[in-house]
């Protein structure tokens, strides 16, 4: 090895980074772990599991919303036609 | 889980591994950009991204191996990415105020810029070679690139640098 070889090792030797990298960095990857602890596949089939149930659930609300307006006009229909047979029933003599 | 579990379960023990590693990884994005901030910025990184994929490392070695191709990986393209700022051309670096002596200071740093002006792939090279101290199939290996050109980036670098350092008046042949 001659003496440029030997400088060369001499200025590209290893440095050290600030002394808070490893703090920082420590810091960083506990930030971040709730998310990143997570697979993309397992986020991907998450999502589809949170969009499917809001899914279902909102057609089951819709359809609890349809149901108690059906049986209000039921018993709406019903009561009127109570009350005609009643009227028909005082105007027979 | 805590991280001491996961080191238990796992054998990954993050803070032991940068503890070994940081040099390695910022020394690797310093050389190659010669920039401080920018190389703390890769090395944290570098260190997130092993962190996020600690499941798919098999062992220290491994860790070691992986860090420094990600480090170069990395460092290589924060430099693409700055390619259009203005750079310092080699000859514009400026002239060492004395001859230098082994290990001079000045003659480091002369060094250090004028590797920093080598285009990206020999410039990696040599910073695998001179600082981390590979072979040329490792750093082909490393680099993805056939061992033939790792040994034509060293043999002419190493000429373009002696040409300069001896124009300048650094070092008699």
């Known amino acids: 090895m001659d003496w440029l070889e030997d400088e060369l090792k001499q200025a590209l030797r290893r440095k050290e980074p600030s002394p808070d990298f490893e ?7 506990g930030r971040r772990r709730p998310v990143l602890s997570m697979p ?17 659930g909102y057609r089951h609300h819709q359809g609890q919303i349809a149901k108690e307006q059906v049986m209000q006009a039921m018993r709406l229909t019903g009561s009127k036609l109570n009350r005609i047979q009643m009227q028909m029933k005082a105007v027979r003599p | 889980m805590t991280e001491l579990e996961g080191v238990v ?19 690797v994005a310093y050389h190659f950009l010669h920039d401080r901030d920018t190389a703390e ?44 700022r203005p750079q310092v051309a080699m000859d514009d670096v400026p002239e060492p105020v004395a001859r230098g002596a082994p290990a001079d200071p000045m003659l480091g740093e002369t060094l250090r810029r004028l590797i920093a002006t080598l285009p990206e792939a020999p410039r990696m090279v040599m910073i695998l070679r001179y600082q981390e101290d590979l072979d040329p199939s490792e750093i082909a290996n490393l680099m993805a ?20 350092l001896v124009r300048r008046g650094v070092r008699e042949e």
């Not at chain 2, 991204?49 to 490392?57: E, Q, V």
């Not at chain 2, 690139?145 to 300069?164: D, M, Y």
């Open chain 2, 9 to 27: 379960q796992t054998g990954f023990d993050f803070a032991a591994l940068m503890r070994e590693h940081r040099a390695m990884v910022f020394s």
């Open chain 2, 41 to 84: 910025e890769i090395a944290q990184d570098v260190f997130l991204s092993l962190h996020r994929n600690r499941g798919a490392i098999q062992s220290a070695a491994h860790a070691g191996f992986w860090l420094r191709k990600v480090a170069v990986q990395r460092a290589i393209d924060a430099s693409r990415k700055r390619m259009r």
């Open chain 2, 145 to 164: 690139i056939p061992v033939g050109t790792v040994k034509s980036h060293l043999q002419r670098s190493l000429a373009l640098l002696r040409e300069k």
């Open chain 1, 40 to 56: 993309p596949w397992r986020a991907a089939a998450a999502a589809v599991l949170v969009i499917t149930g809001a899914g279902a």
């Open chain 1, 23 to 29: 703090a920082r960095v420590i810091a960083a990857a």
